[in-house]
């Protein structure tokens, strides 16, 4: 099994920055797949970013060279890096993982982006 805990959400103003934190219980090394999703009122839970064990990374159009994802190896974490913020990022932010088949979720974090 795997736990992950988001950190990093809050409220901020629009062209600003955030960086959220996913902590893993386990080695993310193991873990084939993890990313950022999003789900704001009234609409389907989105892929925002992802990061394969390969390194690979893929990225929402919307946030194409706003956001950046990585991770810190010694750490079991995963970041992402949110820059030039608008109020349509406002949403619930989910962690995400893929490990041994099953699919994993963090308990979410709120970020909110004031015009």
């Known amino acids: 099994q795997v736990q992950l805990v988001e950190s990093g959400g809050g409220l901020v103003q629009a062209g600003g920055s955030l960086r959220l934190s996913c902590a893993a219980s386990?080695?993310?090394?193991?873990?084939?797949?993890m990313g950022w999703y999003r789900q704001a009122p009234g609409k389907q839970r989105e892929l925002v970013a992802g990061?394969?064990?390969?390194?690979?990374?893929n990225y929402a159009d919307s946030v194409k060279g706003r956001f950046t994802i990585s991770r810190d190896n010694a750490k079991n974490t995963v970041y992402l890096q949110m820059n030039s913020l608008k109020p349509e990022d406002t949403a619930v932010y989910y962690c995400?993982?893929?490990?041994?088949?099953?699919?994993?979720w963090g308990q979410g974090t709120q970020v909110t982006v004031s015009s």
């Open positions: 990061l394969t064990n390969g390194r690979s990374t």
């Open positions: 995400h993982a893929i490990y041994l088949q099953y699919d994993y």
């Open positions: 386990r080695s993310i090394f193991s873990i084939n797949a």
